[in-house]
Structures are given as structure tokens and as C-alpha cells.
């Protein structure tokens, strides 16, 4: 059973349009993320949460905005879609040392 | 500028050899040295991790070897199998940023039979 859920799993928009990248964790991890992984970047740090309050951000863009609703959400709304946008956006969660990702939400924006 | 670098890009094994990984740094603060791998299709995974306070870290078949002085590490993944094919990326942090890792552009390793 996968323990970080996201949904969707593929996601095609359009340039300019809006979109929410859902994320429920259920290992009872109070810190989560979400990265971003490119065909032209590494993986790459974009946000990180801990008892749903925003620690850091490192996305430049304010297009970009976490929602945290309940301790173990956190969906990702990106606004106004560009093609640079299109990348695979990974969730996690970690306790400890380890993070563990979810599943992934491939976004196409054409 | 990258903070984390890895070398090769790629690299062939033949099953049974030993496959080695590198990886630099620049920044001198990053404290926990994590390996994550990632198959086709999947997400990423911890493989293995080191803090500076060692300069080896053994799981089985995978070792890290760390030299501080010179901001270097290598994953050494012995008797290599094809199980092992995947991309390999190593990653830093500061544990006063918990897990906000900064990730190399990772190594495709592949075994052959």
C-alpha cells in the first residue's frame, strides 16, 4: 500500500492555466516537502512543512503555493502554467533522517 | 552553480564487478551525505547515508567513502547485479535544515549479464 499518496498521477494543462497537485501522507510524519525533478535539473528542493507551518521555501516564484489543510496534506497549487513548469513534482514526508517521496505527479504544460 | 556534483554521467558494469560512484561538494556546512537511487518509472529511495564523523558507511554490499578534506565521496556497489541498474543520486544537507536535500545530477548505472 503506498504511504504517501498523489494524486493525479499524470496531468496535462495548458499555458496559463491553474492546477492543484494533491499529497496525503500516512505515515505519521510531521515534516513534508515537496521537489520537483526535470529532465534539465536535478532533483530539486522546493518546499518543506512541519506541523502544516511553512520552514522554507527555495521556488523563486510565487506562482507556486503550498496548501496545507490537515497535518498530513499538503497539495501544491501552481498558477498561471508555463511549459518550463513540466516536470515530475514528488511529495514527502520524513521522520528522522530519512525521506521517503510519493509516487510523483507528472505534469505536461503545453 | 551546482552544489553537488556526481561523475560519470553513466557507467556499464559487467555482473560480479564492482561499479564506483563519485561525488563532490562544495559546501563545507553540509553535515549528512544521503544516496538515494531511483528505478525506471518509481521514486526515489534511501539506498545508504554518512555524516562526516565517519569516513566509510558499509550496507552490504554498498560502501561510502567519505573524505572530508577533500569534499569527496564514492558509493562502491560490489558484485554488481542487474537488480542494481538504476539511477544513483547523491545528496546533501545541513541537519539544521532537516530534509532539505540538495541532490546531484545523478549517475545511470547499468549491469549487464
Known amino acids: 500500500d503506498p504511504k504517501i499518496i498523489q494524486k493525479p498521477k499524470y496531468l496535462v494543462a495548458v499555458t496559463g492555466s491553474e492546477k492543484i497537485l494533491i499529497c496525503e501522507q500516512y505515515?505519521?510524519?510531521?515534516?513534508m516537502y515537496w521537489y520537483r525533478q526535470s529532465a534539465k535539473k536535478p532533483l530539486e528542493f522546493m518546499f518543506s512543512?512541519?506541523?502544516?507551518?511553512?520552514?522554507d521555501n527555495q521556488t523563486a516564484s510565487s506562482r507556486f503555493q503550498p496548501q496545507s489543510s490537515k497535518k498530513n496534506h499538503l497539495d501544491l497549487q501552481i498558477t498561471a502554467l508555463k511549459p518550463d513548469d513540466s516536470a515530475t513534482y514528488f511529495c514527502?514526508?520524513?521522520?528522522?533522517?530519512?525521506?521517503?517521496f510519493g509516487s510523483g505527479t507528472r505534469l505536461t504544460v503545453l | 552553480q551546482q552544489q553537488v556534483r556526481q561523475s560519470p554521467q553513466s557507467l556499464t558494469v559487467w555482473e560480479g564487478e564492482t561499479a564506483i560512484l563519485n561525488c563532490s561538494y562544495e559546501?563545507?556546512?553540509?553535515?549528512?551525505f544521503p544516496w538515494y537511487w531511483q528505478f525506471p518509472r518509481e521514486s526515489p529511495a534511501l539506498l545508504i547515508a554518512i555524516r562526516p564523523v565517519s569516513n566509510k558507511k558499509e550496507d552490504g554490499r554498498f560502501t561510502i567513502f567519505f573524505n572530508k578534506r577533500e569534499k569527496k565521496l564514492s558509493l562502491h556497489i560490489t558484485d554488481s547485479q542487474p537488480g542494481d541498474s538504476a539511477t544513483y543520486f547523491c545528496a546533501a544537507s545541513r541537519t539544521s535544515s532537516g530534509q532539505k536535500l540538495v541532490f546531484g545530477q545523478g549517475t545511470i548505472l547499468k549491469v549487464y549479464l
Open positions: 559546501d563545507s556546512t553540509f553535515d549528512y
Open positions: 514527502a514526508s520524513s521522520q528522522a533522517e530519512t525521506l521517503y
Open positions: 512543512y512541519s506541523y502544516q507551518k511553512l520552514m
Open positions: 505515515l505519521g510524519h510531521n515534516a
